[in-house]
């Protein structure tokens, strides 16, 4: 079993090598074993089902660090033609960790961006691991007003665990970058399509995520914080990494339940590096037919419209299931006496009132 396989599959593995033995044996000594081989493939196709269509989030998270998972530059080539990338941010100086240029989607010119990862270490220093730097959000931010200038659609693949925090980061304005990169997106006059391709990590894919559709690929997540930072901080353990990622509900069927996202493009099973061109051609279709939904929109209504959508986010009713234990119903808890009285929260909102679990620290 390769080093970039997970415990999980070691049955599945060991199955499509004794597959790949016996027909190596028939080819080389002509024996005539293809019942069997025929046999073993419906047991592996079996077993393949059974074990990747009951992924746990935490599964799935380490699914997409899988190191052949297809890139944002992987998804560029196989989805759109001429593609030509443009660097730099005008300020400071071009970052690897952040690509972006103009491409043709079925002839139509469009504005690509997403953050890129390494596929060896080499590569991964050049890219700081797919981290972001400042640079690299201004650089997102330069293309996407550039698209604007020109009636451009914009496209934002987002694979990024986070944006970089190194000191340096912040001391060129990390912080503030990402929220201007928030703030210049839901402005923006041109439609957005966003696709989480692999992580969705904090404010590192949001600054590049205000979309007017926002999609995900089968096995990504998308959260406020990584499950390992999340289980650190409330039980001073990262080894409760699963633990985490269980609550956060990270996944894309958390997600489209809980109205985050508009939809799931579906992988192979066993994940999107089992065939990647696949993969983009179940994006492809996405991605065509959303800016067809978009195309013609009135750019002060796909303002609004895309404000809406935004503002909706988190407002859930009695008995949704995003809403937490504790949190009261819709217009209970209200303090009583009119409009000139103060509410603990807005009217509609849900809010948790539970408290932590009961194993993590008090911060006293």
């Known amino acids: 079993m390769a080093a970039s396989d997970f415990e999980w599959e070691r049955p599945l593995i060991e199955l499509e090598e004794r597959i790949r033995e016996l027909q190596n044996f028939t080819d080389q000594q002509g024996i ?13 196709d079996q077993l393949r089902h059974e074990i990747f269509a009951n992924l746990t989030p935490w599964q799935r998270v380490l699914l997409v660090r899988h190191p052949r998972r297809p890139t944002t530059l992987d998804f560029i080539e196989w989805i759109f033609d001429e593609f030509v990338e443009l660097h730099g941010d005008r300020t400071h100086r071009d970052d690897a960790a952040m690509v972006g240029g103009i491409a043709r989607l079925n002839g139509r010119p469009v504005t690509v961006i997403g953050p890129q990862k390494g596929r060896d270490t080499k590569e991964n220093i050049r890219r700081n691991f797919g981290l972001p730097h400042p640079e690299g959000y201004r650089k ?9 200038r020109f009636g451009r659609p914009i496209i934002t693949l ?13 001391q060129r304005g990390q912080g503030l970058v990402i929220a201007e990169a928030i703030l210049a997106m839901s402005e923006l006059r041109v439609p957005i399509v966003s696709v989480i391709t692999g992580e969705g990590g904090s404010g590192g894919a949001l600054a590049i995520g205000v979309g007017d559709r926002v999609w995900m690929l089968e096995n990504a997540w998308y959260s406020v914080i990584s499950p390992e930072m999340c289980a650190q901080i409330l039980w001073k353990d990262t080894k409760r990494a699963a633990e985490a990622a269980e609550v956060l509900r990270l996944t894309a069927r958390d997600l489209l339940e809980l109205g985050v996202v508009e939809g799931i493009v579906p992988e ?14 179940n994006l492809k279709e996405v991605l065509v037919r959303e800016l067809a939904a978009l195309e013609g929109s009135d750019p002060d209504g796909l303002v609004e419209a895309r404000h809406q959508r935004y503002r909706r986010l988190g407002r859930l009713s009695e008995g949704h299931p995003g809403i937490l234990p504790g949190a009261p119903a819709e217009g209970e808890g209200e303090t009583p006496g009119g409009d000139d009285e103060e509410e603990d929260e807005p009217s509609g909102q849900a809010a948790w009132t539970g408290g932590l679990p009961a194993d993590v620290p008090s911060r006293e």
Do not use: F, N, W
């Open 32 to 44: 005539d074993l293809s019942d069997e081989i025929t046999s073993l493939k419906r047991r592996a």
């Open 140 to 148: 997102a931010m330069r293309l996407m007003k550039q698209a604007e």
């Open 158 to 170: 987002i694979d990024v665990v986070g944006a970089y925090p190194g000191i340096e980061a912040e």
């Open 268 to 281: 192979p099973m066993g994940g999107a590096h089992r065939d990647p061109e696949a993969t983009a051609r």
